[in-house]
């Protein structure tokens, strides 16, 4: 094939440059994200039901719902948890399960359990949970002072929202902070009653003069007209213009009787900026659109804004693209530092400016050539296939050394140059494409890992197998022909002296084998022992997900754990702010209840999440600090936690559920177990070690209780005394006013007087006509009631959240009590999904190093030449290891990232240098002068020789390529630092000891009787 292609230069030349126009083409349409596009295989059903009680949510709405969704396809798990007013239900589906299709469905059923739900509650909302829902950026938008906070909350909402949806690539714009415009009716009650009238004539006055004739036409010959009533009311003088009749047949106008006027409704939550209110919007990017193409536009929106609204300021914070940046602007300084690197690497080794520029040439192509496979498997560029595409470029740069120093031999040999590209290509041809196969093998499986790490490792299997194998086409095809063409003008003889450095380099390498072979069972007994060392090292290591990136922004998650309004939670993160005195770059709350479309999380008055950006991360501990000190002195009630503000990795990652609970579920009752019985139960349970699960939070409240007794006596209706209550305490809406899509409510005012007060001078009318005090037909008392009732597939379940440090050994204890007191028990959590996560991957680790064994064993024609090589691995980890303990880092996702690429690397240079021992030894035994035993010899040393210059130029280009990584600043250095140690432990450390082992394992792998026998 490589004859064949050779002796067709131009049309190889055309056929390439097409892949690559091509390819450029693709390139400049392939979709740019911080994260490939996942189905997380989740759905949150949220239901918002005023002044209902957490009793009342779970047993007339969540229970209807859940019942209605139980039949699901791929329905692998279903919480909900009701709340005061809010209630959500969590579902989790298989993740083969089509999630358009699952999100239709849930719509569906909730359509046909919406007839079933309680009269005047809003439709339950569906959210599905997209990768793509992770906001790309946050706009803050702040008025001025004086500027009116309604005017530019429709001003975000009618026409900012608009005009960032209109840029391209945004798919959803999201608002939280607005704040809407309400009529309150203020009743003036000495007023009313001195005419013999009650509110209820208000209301029927407000709501008469407030109604239409939907539909009604009249004929007039052969013209149809369609009737309005003109008694509609606009505005609060439309209103207080209203007439209203008195029992005694007076007409008065509704102003005598109330005050009507605008006013803001009262806010569940708010948004600061600073210690100032404001808006965020939210900024949704489509899963095609280029995030660097993206954040620019809205920055020039801003621009245009700032100009267009002066009444407002706008600012940027919590932009996603800084990650993405970053692993841009890493993969191009390591082509930039790998390309000069391996320039001066090969101009060292080689004497010749020109392999060099052949390499130069055979990089970028390949890369851009890599984008084809990406566009017709439809994956974006992202940190996923960017790492990718960083694990092949090692891979490819080894290849291309490979086969140029073993063209470069044959020439040395003295075969012509048509005759050394060919028969250099034709040599190591198995070779390499065993070792990608190898390569391979360790990746492909891993994309059959369930839940997101599987569905992340798709991407980056695709672009490993995208960039290896074209890595092979360029080095089979390209390589030669560039070879060809380069050195076919050249009269220059070759010079077969090794040059200066590389002649001292043999010298180290010849004593360093002498030693080794001369003490061989020493040196086997050494490397024995080695391997397991290198490998305990792992033991000591920390472990953690992704490695610790010096952030210099955090967030504070409080919950006050007190019955407090949204103002009240308002003021204390604003006194919060104000100590700290501006020590901070930015910063941001959403405190209460959250406006967000695709807010998932649990929405509580009593909570807020404020956002830190600081200077310094010497700033950032102090602030911390500061923070800590200033809510355990002056809110020891609160809850709260402080940690590295989330990116859209974390945000993926993090899981929600806790790490070890249990659950219990009263056998006798479909009810929770009451806190009377459940203090003692608990002080029994097995470990001292625990915090109480949502179902077993209390919280405050105040219980009415109506005295049926004397309202039969007054004669005075339960609907009446409710009635009064919804008046006093509820928001109660009279009417709403329509224009055009524009909704106002008009609303009675409620009074801000303590609720005692209210009781005590509230009057209501008995049916002789006189007023008695609400107070005296009312009773109330202060109860500590359960904050949340939790509930899963089989019904209500209360739980705990076992802290200790090994919660599964007492799972016997668990359940034994539970069978004392008639519970039914049931453990959960990420500790199970982590113990199912690592069986998965134990085994498709065990079918990789199979896969390896029999691509090996097929390579070699033998059983036990593999085996070398699979015993070189932990060689390379044991050094990676070693280094990434002495620069004190962990074992994370990037640091194994690390050792994959160090491993490919090590495969590729140990099946070459078998290789090139089995054909030499096939060589020498030709030889009638040479015995087997010999001619053994020979081929252990000479191969040695041989691939000595090809591995050390593979190592010392890689390592000198990514040590600038380590002396770098900023976000995507922290990210990739121990991708590099490992890629430099490995290299360094398991290349030298790979160097010696690989020819000795094979010398005692040997059968010496066999070879005595030949």
């Not at 996560?837 to 990789?848: D, K, P, R």
């Amino acid at each position: 094939m490589v004859r064949f292609l050779l002796a067709r230069p131009i049309a190889v030349f055309m056929t390439f440059l097409a892949l690559m126009v091509f390819s450029f083409i693709v390139f400049r349409t392939l979709p740019i994200s911080l994260l490939p596009p996942i189905d997380v295989p989740q759905i949150v059903v949220k239901v918002s039901y005023p002044n209902a009680s957490p009793e009342a949510i779970e047993q007339n709405v969540l229970r209807n719902i859940r019942e209605g969704l139980i039949t699901l396809n791929g329905l692998e798990d279903m919480d909900s948890k009701a709340g005061s007013e809010v209630g959500t239900i969590r579902l989790t589906f298989d993740y083969s399960t089509q999630m358009e299709l699952a999100y239709i469905d849930v719509n569906e059923k909730i359509d046909r359990i919406a007839n079933s739900l309680p009269e005047g509650i809003a439709r339950p909302e569906v959210i599905r949970i997209n990768t793509s829902d992770i906001p790309v950026a946050r706009v803050q938008v702040v008025p001025k002072e004086g500027i009116d906070e309604i005017e530019v909350s429709l001003l975000a909402e009618n026409v900012l929202k608009k005009r960032i949806e209109q840029l391209p690539g945004v798919s959803l714009v999201d608002i939280n902070g607005k704040k809407e415009r309400i009529i309150t009716v203020e009743p003036k009650e000495a007023d009313i009653r001195a005419l013999g009238m009650t509110q209820e004539n208000l209301i029927s006055a407000i709501q008469a003069g407030n109604t239409e004739l939907p539909g009604v036409s009249v004929k007039d010959g052969q013209f149809r007209y369609y009737l309005r009533l003109a008694t509609r009311v606009d505005n609060p003088t439309d209103i207080e213009s209203l007439p209203v009749s008195a029992p005694s047949g007076a007409i008065v106008p509704l102003s005598k009787l109330a005050t009507v006027s605008y006013q803001s409704k009262e806010m569940l939550g708010y948004h600061l900026f600073g210690a100032q209110e404001a808006l965020v919007i939210t900024v949704h990017k489509q899963a095609a659109a280029k995030m660097n193409e993206l954040i620019p536009e809205l920055k020039d929106a801003l621009e245009l804004f700032k100009e267009d609204y002066p009444q407002v300021d706008f600012e940027l914070t919590q932009d996603q693209s800084n990650l993405l940046n970053a692993a841009i602007s890493n993969l191009q300084t390591s082509l930039l530092f790998g390309g000069i690197f391996a320039f001066g690497v090969l101009f060292l080794f080689m004497k010749d400016y020109r392999l060099p520029l052949i390499i130069g040439v055979s990089l970028p192509s390949s890369l851009l050539i890599s984008f084809l496979v990406f566009y017709f498997f439809n994956i974006s560029i992202n940190i996923i296939s960017l790492s990718g595409l960083a694990l092949g470029i090692g891979m490819l740069i080894d290849n291309a050394i490979i086969v140029l120093d073993n063209i470069t031999r044959k020439r040395e040999a003295g075969l012509s140059l048509f005759e050394s590209c060919v028969q250099g290509v034709d040599e190591v041809m198995s070779a390499l494409i065993s070792s990608v196969l190898t390569t391979l093998s360790v990746f492909v499986p891993l994309v059959f890992l369930s839940g997101i790490s599987g569905a992340l490792f798709f991407d980056q299997a695709v672009a490993v197998a995208a960039i290896l194998s074209v890595s092979l086409a360029v080095a089979f095809i390209l390589l030669p022909m560039l070879y060809f063409l380069f050195f076919s003008k050249s009269k220059k003889v070759e010079d077969r002296e090794e040059g200066k450095f590389f002649s001292g380099v043999l010298k180290i390498y010849e004593k360093g084998y002498e030693t080794v072979f001369g003490n061989r069972k020493a040196a086997l007994l050494f490397f024995v022992i080695l391997i397991p060392l290198g490998l305990a090292i792992s033991l000591i290591l920390p472990s953690e997900g992704l490695p610790k990136i010096d952030k210099l922004d955090s967030t504070l998650d409080i919950n006050w754990n007190e019955p407090i309004s949204a103002i009240e939670n308002k003021d204390r993160v604003v006194a919060l702010m104000r100590e700290m005195k501006g020590a901070y770059l930015q910063a941001e709350s959403d405190i209460g209840v959250r406006q967000f479309l695709l807010f998932d999380g649990e929405n509580s008055i009593q909570q807020s999440l404020l956002y830190f950006l600081f200077s310094s991360e010497s700033q950032k501990e102090e602030q911390v600090a500061k923070l800590k000190a200033y809510l355990d002195s002056n809110y020891p009630n609160a809850d709260y936690q402080i940690g590295d503000a989330p990116n859209a990795f974390d945000q993926l990652f993090n899981s929600s559920l806790p790490y070890y609970e249990v659950r219990w579920k009263d056998l006798a009752a479909k009810e929770p177990v009451s806190e009377e019985k459940m203090g003692p139960w608990l002080s029994q349970f097995p470990t001292s070690d625990w915090e109480r699960g949502p179902g077993l939070e209390k919280e405050s409240s105040v219980i009415f209780t109506l005295k049926a007794e004397k309202l039969a006596t007054y004669r005075i209706s339960v609907e009446q005394i409710q009635s009064q209550l919804q008046k006093l305490f509820g928001s109660y809406l009279i009417t709403d006013i329509r224009r055009f899509g524009e909704v106002t409510p008009v609303r009675l005012k409620e009074p801000q007087d303590r609720f005692e007060d209210l009781l005590r001078n509230t009057e209501i009318a008995a049916s002789d006509s006189a007023y008695y005090t609400l107070g005296e037909f009312v009773d109330f008392h202060y109860d500590a009631h359960y904050k949340n009732v939790t509930a899963d597939k089989t019904g209500i379940y209360q739980s705990v959240y076992v802290t200790t440090d090994d919660p599964h050994a007492l799972q016997s204890q668990f359940f034994q009590w539970g069978n004392d007191k008639n519970l039914g028990i049931s453990m959960v959590g990420q500790y199970f999904k982590d113990q199912e996560n690592i069986q998965q991957l134990v085994g498709i680790l065990l079918i990789s190093v199979l896969l390896l064994y029999f691509i090996l064993a097929a390579q070699f024609e033998s059983f036990i030449q593999p085996l070398i090589v699979v015993l070189t691995l932990p060689l390379g980890i044991g050094g990676a290891f070693l280094v990434i303990l002495l620069a004190g880092s962990s074992l994370n996702v990037m640091s194994a990232i690390g050792l994959v690429v160090m491993l490919g690397i090590m495969v590729n240079d140990a099946i070459l240098k078998i290789d090139t021992i089995n054909r030499l030894r096939k060589e020498y035994v030709e030889s009638p002068d040479v015995s087997p035993v010999d001619a053994l010899e020979l081929a252990l040393h000479r191969a040695g020789q041989i691939r000595l210059k090809p591995i050390l130029m593979t190592s010392i280009t890689t390592i000198l390529a990514l040590i600038p990584i380590i002396f770098s600043a900023g976000l995507g250095a922290d990210l990739q630092r121990p991708l590099v140690y490992s890629v430099i432990g490995g290299l360094t450390i398991g290349t030298l000891t790979a160097l010696y082992f690989v020819p000795l394992a094979y010398w005692f792998f040997v059968s010496k009787k066999k070879l005595e026998k030949a």
